[in-house]
């Protein structure tokens, strides 16, 4: 499900209504650091096609026309949302286009919202945590509370460990979005990395946790999902401590 368009939508989200799509990476390709097992633009080695990273000065055209005709249809957009293929801060203009999109969302459609989906591996950045700072929701993934389940969730290029993620994480003081996918797999079927999780979340205070499973088809077989009801039993314990927990099947 590759984005062949820069600037493409608005389309539905689960989590954020009516979003309007900023993709800052190839257009016919996919380039990421993660090779998650869900992803639904599927595997990496499947999207070598184009290796064109647009500039910024690519994105704010792209998204000032797009901007303005939506405005002119009277089309409605509750989010505009960095989420192309693949992770958007590999993009080295990501400070740059992050600026001027909050100024051309501050001209055409100032009642919404700036998110940016990342996987978080670059948040160590002085100049990518600064940018994720400033957009309205700055989600974060997490999909496991330990490297090793990590590795066979996400496939994470070079160094990754969680523990430096989670210790990058606070640098938010809170101050934005936990995303983590709920997955079944023979590997990790039980659900006891949950309680484990948990105490991230603690140790981290979101403003808010989004819980969520595959929707659309994966490139690995055999991966099922939860029901809201099966998500809802497992983080209960937070719920009933007063956390902001989004859930969505």
């Known amino acids: 499900m590759l984005r062949e368009d820069t600037v493409f939508g608005p389309i539905f989200s689960r989590r954020l209504g009516s979003s309007l799509g900023i993709n800052l990476l190839p257009r016919e390709g996919k ?3 993660f090779d998650c097992i869900y992803c639904e633009c599927g595997w990496n080695r499947d999207g070598l096609s ?3 990273i647009p500039k910024a000065d690519d994105v704010r055209g792209a998204l000032e026309s797009k ?8 089309t409605p957009i ?5 989420s192309g293929d693949g992770e958007p801060t590999l993009n080295p203009h990501f400070a740059q286009i992050v600026d001027d999109t909050l100024a051309l969302r501050d001209k055409y459609y100032p009642g919404a919202v700036v998110s940016v989906l990342t996987n978080a591996t670059k ?23 330990r490297t090793e389940l990590a590795r066979m969730i996400n496939n994470p290029a070079g160094e990754y460990e969680v523990s430096q993620v989670v210790e990058d994480m606070k640098r938010f003081e809170g101050n934005f979005v936990l995303q983590t996918m709920f997955l079944k797999a023979p590997a990790f079927r039980s659900g006891d ?3 484990e999780w948990m105490d991230i979340v603690r140790v981290l205070r979101p403003r808010e946790v989004m819980v969520y499973t595959i929707d659309r088809p994966v490139p690995m077989a055999g991966l099922e999902k939860y029901t809201p009801e099966e998500m809802r039993a497992l983080v209960q314990p937070l719920i009933g401590e007063g956390y902001n927990i989004q859930i969505k099947g």
């Open 78 to 82: 509750d989010s505009i949302t960095f």
């Open 193 to 195: 990395w949950v309680a």
């Open 50 to 52: 184009d290796r064109v």
């Open 67 to 74: 901007l303005s005709e939506c405005l002119a249809a009277g």
């Open 123 to 145: 948040i160590w950045r002085d100049d990518v945590f600064a940018a994720l700072r400033k957009v309205d929701n700055p989600i974060l993934k997490l999909d496991a509370p």
């Open 31 to 33: 380039l990421c650091n």
